[in-house]
């Protein structure tokens, strides 16, 4: 089954952990349309503030995030460089699925075509 | 940042904690390329049994993998549907980006467009 732990798989598994999760998804969302504080993020989730900074931080840690204080406002903006790792490991699962479904056809369509000769 | 918790919420939820694991993301590589047995599966993985059926169990109980038993061989399956999900959550995310692209496009182009008039 190939290689464990690489440093990829590490990613990845950060990456995971940071998307299942309903919070930090809504999060991700609100910053695809921009960047935004940590304050008005905070003020559309139904918890309090050391909570939902939790949830900034795992964000944060794994690359889907990016912050950068300014006084005392904390600005949050998208990474989207790192939702391409998700992409690549999705392809990566269809190309396999595309493969196999190209050999199942080989070895079904080769003996009718020897057949029809 | 919109509803919380939603019944997709719990799905998505489950199916990205699936995926936070290179066990489990090694088992759906190579189920891409077929149906194997657990005893199959297991072989290839550094661990022992019943460590390598909690990652199974995971799997099949966020509808990722289904199995089923045949006298004493237990053989699993990959659930391809259940990728659309996450196909779907990143397509959703990338609209919103070019939501936003868009929106910045008009906001720079309109009053120079009024120039030119």
Redesign the interface.
Known sequence: ??Q???VL?GV???V??A?????R??????L???PASVGD?AS???MTLPSFMKHVRVLESNGLIRTAKSGRVRTCE?N?ER?AL??D??A???N??A??TDRLERFVTTPQEKEKQ
């Open positions: 089954m190939a464990y732990s690489t798989d990845l598994d950060g995971f952990v998307l299942a999760d309903p919070t998804r809504a999060v991700l969302r609100r695809g349309r921009g993020l559309e989730a139904p998208l989207r939702f998700v992409d490991w999705l990566e699962q269809r396999s699925w493969d196999r």
